[in-house]
């Protein structure tokens, strides 16, 4: 929890940690009720509140936490109401959430909680509410509520841990209980920054350097040879290192996908849903910036966002297209190599995205895993006769997973796995032996690895004879 003195005020008299609550409320609401993704709704409230960058982390972590933890905070609150939650203003119901979560979680004094989450009603013309949400939040208590033993266990822990139930069920029935719980457990925890260093521009040993150096808790990766990990970062985007090009915000996970393809300088490489950009620069940065990635994306908005990143990197190979893969493919070159990064339900970045999983539904990934289908139809068009095509998602989903790719092959005889063992690319052995699959596959989960979920393959066309 971030400590801020008292003597540090706000120009109007009014303390940092009130106005951040003001953002974190603002928020929250923006979140549930116009169904805003968190980063985008908490970077505009922060704005609009005026949030100084001290309380900021402070913000974050009260709006987070309550995503996190909403079920479990909502299970906590339901004995102190006399009716459901859900029928509350929804100002109300998200300043005790918020009341809640720092209660139990920051063991934040009770009449902090009660006298700053009422006061905030007044100013949002709820002054009828204020009493309300005092009253409630006085008798708050200081733990959350025990979730009772007896329960079956994917309801046990779909509350203590706050996930969809029905995602718990499908976890439970691959994994088993306790590594169920370990990947709950896991998405609930607050993840580092994640970076790739540019090889182009810089060192991963200098750039290390100079991160600690300006007094971050900064280390290697794991996983990848390019990746610096960094707790309690904040934003890079006013750090000269990324301002010089020479990091760019990408999971490590994420980066394995580059070195598994690993193309080489002069090919011709097509990225299907290439934006924000991350697996484009990746690949740009392994071929020296020689040859030419066509980047392809649906969303205009979101293909500036590749040209931008390429900008800053320096790389000049990368040519920007926006359209459906499945409208495009018929205007595109052969490749040697393709990348389809595919649309999927995310469930390996819940972690990072902690909103994410309150809209999920089982219906989506049935809807997903068709269009994953059509996609990568599509991606293999593009492939020369001796080229790689690599299939990659931030699921943790057989069906987005394993699944497709058997789909795949079995309505497409002609090609193979290219098993991460045989053909590893530029993936350090290491690596390969903690993240490669029987199958031939990788697979990343935030519970073992540390990182994102992740699971990509790469597949070849069958010699001929």
Same mark, same amino acid.
């Given at each position: 929890?971030?400590?801020?003195?008292?003597?540090n005020?706000?120009?109007n008299?009014i303390?940092?940690?009130?106005i951040? #609550?003001r953002a974190?409320?603002?928020?929250?609401?923006?979140v549930?009720?116009? @169904?805003a993704?968190?980063?985008?709704a908490? @970077?505009?409230?922060? #704005?609009?509140?005026?949030?100084s &960058?001290?309380?900021?982390p402070?913000?974050? /972590?009260?709006?987070? %936490?309550?995503?996190r933890?909403?079920?479990?905070i909502d299970?906590t609150?339901e004995p102190?109401?006399?009716?459901?939650l859900g029928?509350? @203003?929804?100002?109300?119901?998200?300043?005790?959430?918020?009341?809640?979560?720092e #209660?139990?979680?920051?063991?934040?004094?009770? &009449?902090a909680?009660?006298?700053?989450?009422?006061?905030?009603?007044?100013? $949002? #013309?709820?002054?009828?509410?204020t009493g309300?949400?005092n009253?409630i939040?006085?008798?708050?208590?200081?733990q959350?509520r025990? =979730?009772p033993h007896?329960w079956?266990?994917?309801?046990?822990?779909?509350?203590?841990?706050s996930?969809?139930?029905?995602?718990v069920?499908?976890?439970?029935? =691959? $994994?088993?209980e306790?590594e169920?719980?370990?990947v709950?457990?896991?998405n609930n /925890?607050?993840?580092?920054?994640?970076?790739?260093? !540019?090889?182009?521009?810089s060192?991963?040993s200098?750039?290390?350097?100079?991160?600690?150096?300006s007094?971050?808790?900064?280390?290697?990766?794991?996983?990848s040879p390019?990746?610096?990990?960094i707790?309690?970062?904040?934003?890079p985007?006013?750090w000269?290192s990324?301002?010089?090009?020479h990091?760019?915000?990408?999971?490590e996970?994420?980066?394995?996908?580059?070195?598994?393809?690993?193309?080489?300088?002069? !090919?011709l =490489?097509?990225d299907?849903a290439a934006?924000p950009?991350g697996?484009?620069?990746?690949?740009?940065?392994?071929?020296?910036?020689?040859?030419l990635?066509?980047?392809c994306?649906a969303?205009? %908005?979101?293909v500036?966002?590749?040209? /931008? !990143?390429?900008?800053?990197?320096?790389? &000049?190979?990368?040519?920007?297209?926006?359209g459906?893969?499945r409208?495009?493919?018929?205007?595109?070159?052969q490749?040697?190599?393709v990348?389809? @990064?595919?649309p999927?339900?995310?469930? %390996?970045?819940?972690?990072r995205?902690?909103?994410a999983?309150?809209?999920k539904?089982?219906?989506?990934?049935?809807?997903?895993?068709? $269009?994953?289908?059509?996609?990568?139809k599509?991606a293999?068009?593009?492939?020369?006769?001796?080229?790689i095509?690599?299939?990659s998602?931030?699921s943790?989903?057989?069906?987005e !997973?394993?699944?497709?790719?058997?789909?795949f $092959?079995?309505?497409?005889p002609?090609?193979r =796995?290219?098993?991460a063992m045989?053909?590893?690319?530029?993936?350090?052995?290491a690596?390969?032996?903690?993240?490669?699959?029987?199958?031939?596959?990788?697979?990343?989960?935030?519970?073992?690895?540390g990182c994102?979920g992740?699971?990509?393959?790469k597949?070849?066309?069958k010699?001929?004879?």
């Open positions: 929890m971030t400590n801020l003195h008292l003597n005020m706000h120009p008299n303390h940092p940690k009130t951040a #609550r974190a409320l603002q928020a929250l609401i923006a549930e009720s116009e @169904d993704p968190l980063t985008s908490l @970077d505009k409230a922060m #704005r609009a509140a005026d949030v &960058s001290q309380a900021r402070f913000a974050r /972590e009260i709006v987070s %936490g309550v995503l933890q909403q079920s479990r299970w609150l102190l109401l006399k009716k459901p029928k509350l @203003d929804a100002p109300v119901r998200a300043a005790l959430r918020l009341a809640a979560y #209660r139990a979680w920051l063991a934040t004094p009770l &009449s909680v009660a006298n700053e989450y009422a006061g905030l009603m007044k100013p $949002l #013309r709820l002054a009828s509410a309300f949400v009253a939040a006085r008798q708050l208590p200081g959350p025990a =979730v007896d079956p266990v994917a309801q046990r822990l779909s509350l203590e841990f996930h969809p139930l029905w995602m069920e499908r976890w439970l029935a =691959v $994994l088993g306790n169920c719980a370990a709950c457990e896991a /925890e607050i993840a580092p920054l994640h970076l790739r260093v !540019n090889s182009l521009q060192k991963p200098e750039v290390l350097a100079t991160l600690k150096a007094g971050l808790n900064a280390r290697t990766g794991h996983w390019d990746a610096i990990v707790e309690a970062a904040g934003s985007l006013d000269p990324w301002k010089a090009g990091i760019i915000a990408q999971d996970a994420a980066q394995l996908v580059g070195l598994f393809a690993c193309p080489a300088p002069g !090919n =490489v097509i299907c934006a950009g697996k484009t620069t990746h690949l740009a940065q392994l071929m020296g910036d020689e040859g990635i066509i980047a994306d969303a205009p %908005g979101r500036k966002l590749v040209e /931008e !990143n390429a900008r800053r990197l320096g790389l &000049s190979c990368i040519a920007a297209r926006t459906d893969l409208a495009l493919s018929n205007a595109l070159p490749a040697d190599l990348l389809l @990064d595919a999927c339900s995310g469930t %390996g970045t819940l972690r995205r902690p909103d999983k309150h809209r539904t089982p219906e989506q990934l049935t809807q997903l895993a068709q $269009l994953q289908a059509e996609l990568l599509a293999a068009s593009l492939v020369k006769p001796d080229g095509l690599i299939y998602t931030c943790l989903e057989t069906e !997973n394993q699944g497709q790719i058997e789909r $092959l079995k309505e497409n002609s090609w =796995v290219a098993p045989e053909n590893p690319g530029a993936l350090p052995a690596t390969i032996e903690a993240v490669g699959t029987l199958e031939g596959f990788l697979q990343t989960w935030p519970h073992r690895h994102d992740m699971f990509a393959a597949l070849r066309m010699a001929e004879g």
